[in-house]
């Protein structure tokens, strides 16, 4: 959530916190949309080197200025 203030977005989308996991319609319904709900992204990260999801990105490291400009 830090990284995603960093880049000054509001919205953020993480599949296993925005999909209800244990609601089998709620997961089928979404899992069929999210063709749309990622092309409509702005940004997409994906952290696949993480062991859970409290493990944060690997290999990043807070900076105090970002390398590149956002264009709106």
Not at 10 to 34: F, K, P
Not at 41 to 66: K, S
């Amino acid at each position: 959530m830090q990284f995603i203030r960093g880049l000054r977005y509001h919205y953020l989308w993480i599949d296993a916190l925005c999909i209800l996991q244990d609601d089998v319609d709620d997961r089928r319904q979404l899992i069929h949309s999210m063709g749309q709900i990622y092309e409509n992204a702005i940004c997409t990260i994906v952290d696949a080197a993480g062991i859970d999801a409290d493990c944060g990105f690997y290999n990043v490291r807070p900076r105090q200025h970002l390398p590149y400009e956002t264009v709106f």
